[in-house]
């Protein structure tokens, strides 16, 4: 699925119909440019899912954290949000316990150095910027049970 030209409004928008799909096991990949709307992304994506949380920023230097949500169908679930920006070779990806944290939904920003380490079905959206400085272009791929999951949600921004 290709988008174009989406104001924030509409990326956040968006972010609401990824999140009311996900459920325990999911992995959502967020790659593109700096400032190109990745963390604006899982920001709204993960206020969607949890009500109460404290702010939510960026894990660039922490590297990840984790956020209880509320699930579409009322689950209780851990969601892990992960940057990856910083880190310098596979061996530190592998060091943050990745293979712990797949049962639950993770969030990965910056995800093109453990590719290979990324569970076949997860969901990737790369961004770029629009047309103007505030709009983005975002492409949404990945493999069939999530081209179901989200052919069922509102997918018009």
């Given at each position: 699925?290709?988008?174009?030209?989406?104001?924030?409004?509409?990326?956040?928008?968006?972010?609401?119909?990824?999140?009311?799909?996900?459920?325990?096991?999911?992995?959502?990949?967020?790659?593109?440019?700096?400032?190109?709307?990745?963390?604006?992304?899982?920001?709204?994506?993960?206020?969607?899912?949890?009500?109460?949380?404290?702010?939510?920023?960026?894990?660039?230097?922490?590297?990840?954290?984790?956020?209880?949500?509320?699930?579409?169908?009322?689950?209780?679930?851990?969601?892990?949000?992960?940057?990856?920006?910083?880190?310098?070779?596979?061996?530190?990806a592998e060091e943050l316990?990745?293979?712990e944290l797949l049962p639950?939904?993770?969030?990965?920003?910056?995800?093109?150095?453990?590719?290979?380490?990324?569970?076949?079905?997860?969901?990737n959206i790369a961004f770029?910027?629009?047309?103007?400085?505030?709009?983005?272009?975002?492409?949404?791929?990945?493999?069939?049970?999530?081209?179901?999951?989200?052919?069922?949600?509102?997918?018009?921004?």
């Amino acid at each position: 699925m290709i988008f174009n030209s989406l104001s924030i409004a509409q990326m956040q928008q968006l972010a609401q119909i990824v999140a009311g799909s996900l459920t325990s096991g999911d992995v959502v990949t967020l790659s593109g440019e700096v400032g190109s709307g990745k963390t604006t992304f899982a920001r709204a994506l993960i206020q969607h899912l949890s009500a109460g949380a404290p702010e939510i920023t960026s894990p660039t230097f922490n590297l990840m954290q984790s956020y209880d949500v509320t699930l579409g169908n009322g689950a209780k679930e851990t969601l892990w949000h992960l940057d990856l920006y910083r880190l310098k070779n596979k061996a530190e990806a592998e060091e943050l316990g990745l293979s712990e944290l797949l049962p639950h939904i993770t969030v990965i920003e910056w995800p093109e150095l453990i590719q290979n380490m990324l569970p076949a079905n997860h969901l990737n959206i790369a961004f770029d910027f629009g047309r103007n400085q505030e709009t983005r272009t975002l492409v949404i791929s990945g493999n069939e049970a999530w081209q179901n999951k989200l052919k069922n949600k509102k997918t018009t921004v």
